[in-house]
């Protein structure tokens, strides 16, 4: 059951006020990889929350899908310089996901993890009052595997790498870790407003 709504903004909207600088828009869904795409099945699937190295609360796919349900309406921009309006998902906010385990963010630093080994950082107020959330579904249908299915993290306000495919765990931690594409040269933030795109940027 669906139990909160967020929308995007009116399709009538000046689309030039929807798109950040050196952003164009496509009406496909571009399927950029930093690997191999993993296949996993949701029998397999776990989703751990950390605190630093000491796990608090793991779920696996039956008691992640009976959480709190959210449809999040958004449009995405990815750092390739394309971008996609009204995109729509379901999934858990990450707001539920600390509900279910009980505790408050305990740093203001969090790390995404996902099943192919991708990591990416994340300031922990950019995931929580309904910024983000773990995402099952995409346009009313199980996310592909492409796509970053069964689950992934979607953080719409920044660019795209952020929104890790295949997630399976957010840890939080002391300090600000570089992730995957941070470590190579990414911005450690992400706005696409701004246009982080690059470390100096």
């Not at 950040?20 to 029998?43: N, S, W, Y």
């Not at 505790?103 to 300031?123: L, Q, R």
Request: with cysteine; proline share 8%.
């Amino acid at each position: 059951m669906v139990t909160r709504g967020f929308a995007g903004k009116a399709g009538n909207f000046d689309q030039s006020m929807r798109l950040p600088p050196g952003q164009h828009v496509v009406a496909d869904f571009p399927v950029l990889t930093a690997g191999p795409t993993p296949r996993i099945k949701t029998e397999d699937w776990s989703f751990t929350l950390k605190d630093g190295i000491r796990p608090v609360k793991s779920w696996n796919w039956t008691e992640f899908n009976a959480l709190p349900q959210t449809r999040m309406t958004r449009d995405i921009h990815c750092v390739t310089t394309w971008s996609k309006f009204d995109t729509a998902w379901e999934g858990v906010l990450v707001d539920d996901i600390l509900g279910d385990a009980g505790i408050e963010p305990p740093t203001g630093f969090t790390f995404a993890h996902s099943y192919d080994g991708y990591t990416t950082n994340v300031p922990t107020a950019d995931l929580v009052v309904g910024k983000a959330m773990v995402a099952l579904r995409y346009e009313g249908k199980p996310i592909p595997p492409d796509h970053g299915g069964p689950s992934r993290l979607l953080v719409p306000h920044l660019y795209f790498w952020k929104s890790a495919k295949w997630i399976n765990g957010l840890q939080f931690t002391q300090k600000d870790e570089l992730g995957f594409w941070e470590l190579r040269g990414y911005h450690r933030y992400g706005d696409p407003w701004r246009e982080q795109r690059y470390t100096n940027d």
